[in-house]
């Protein structure tokens, strides 16, 4: 059971960064999850606050998450505050104090617990992670929640019944809303090197092993 489960994780991530490769929104990759489900998943930041470097990234962490470990990144400070002095659940969290070139893209992973939602009379419940993303010159707000015309769209994680089938729904609509330019062999390759160097510290080495044969 638990080799299922995890082998069906590791694919959802495989088809994630591989969804993922033309985003141009600040997004969590995966996004899908079930309900209390642990996650592994990753702000992905796929370029700088108009052509000017990345120096932070600072995150508002909805109410519904009370359990989550953010992951520290090479070359960052990580800090994080908490909803009150018990220091039980982290309501923000900052990783600054890097300099991420205007159009390279870094991922700050964190693992946490989804909520035990109830879908019986919705299909899915949308979580949002406000993000402001600070440049050396100026800012991106990612802050806009559901159909907010002010800033940038938030990153969301959407909680459904089934992950797998909701992340292959989106690849399908996105692949027919878009035409591919990169072959299928580039994105799988960029996709198991970009899954191997992040979730190399999280997962077990036989689920890493896993994300490359799927991708390859
Ligand atoms: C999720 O992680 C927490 C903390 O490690 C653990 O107590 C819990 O049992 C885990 N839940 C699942 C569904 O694996
Ligand atoms: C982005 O940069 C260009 C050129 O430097 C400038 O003309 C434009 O106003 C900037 N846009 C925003 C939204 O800051
Ligand atoms: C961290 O910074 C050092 C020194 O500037 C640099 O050599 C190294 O490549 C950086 N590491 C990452 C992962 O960016
Ligand atoms: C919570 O964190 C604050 C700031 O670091 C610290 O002063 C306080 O003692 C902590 N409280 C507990 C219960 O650990
Ligand atoms: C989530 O639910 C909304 C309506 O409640 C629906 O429009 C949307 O397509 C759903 N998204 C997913 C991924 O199921
Ligand atoms: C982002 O929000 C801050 C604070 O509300 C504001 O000062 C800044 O101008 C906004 N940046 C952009 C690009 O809208
Ligand atoms: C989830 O979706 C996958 C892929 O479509 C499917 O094979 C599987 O049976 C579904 N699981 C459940 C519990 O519906
Ligand atoms: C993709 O396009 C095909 C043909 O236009 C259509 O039959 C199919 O339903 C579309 N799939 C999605 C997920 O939009």
């Known amino acids: 059971m638990a080799i299922i489960r995890s082998s069906l994780i590791v694919s959802t991530l495989a088809l994630f960064f591989y969804a993922s490769c033309t985003d141009a929104h600040v997004s969590l990759t995966p996004k899908f999850a079930e309900p209390g489900q642990n996650l592994t998943t990753a702000f992905h930041i796929p370029h700088g606050c108009n052509g000017s ?17 953010p992951q520290q990144v090479n070359n960052w400070t990580l800090t994080t505050t908490y909803r009150d002095e018990s220091n039980q659940s982290i309501s923000t969290i ?9 159009k390279d893209s870094l991922d ?7 909520p035990n ?8 419940v949308t979580l949002y992670f406000p993000v402001v993303q600070t440049c050396q010159v100026g800012t991106a707000n990612w802050t806009a929640l559901g159909n907010d ?6 990153p969301t994680l959407v909680i459904v019944k089934n992950a797998t089938q ?34 190399a510290g999280a ?7 896993g994300t490359l044969a799927i991708a390859l």
Do not use: C, H, R
Not at 53 to 69: C, S
Not at 94 to 102: K, N
Not at 117 to 124: F, V
């Open 53 to 69: 470097a990345t120096t932070g990234i600072f995150v508002t962490v909805p109410d519904a998450i009370t359990l989550l470990t």
């Open 203 to 209: 997962l077990p080495f036989a689920a890493v092993i």
């Open 117 to 124: 939602s109830d879908l019986s009379t919705q299909s899915n």
């Open 94 to 102: 900052s990783w600054f104090g890097g300099v991420l070139a205007p």
């Open 166 to 199: 909701a992340a292959a729904d989106a690849i399908a609509i996105k692949n027919n809303a878009t035409t591919s330019t990169t072959s299928s062999s580039a994105a799988a390759s960029q996709a198991s090197s970009v899954a191997s160097s992040i979730y």
């Open 149 to 154: 015309k002010e800033g940038e769209p938030a």
């Open 108 to 114: 700050f992973p964190m693992t946490l617990s989804l």
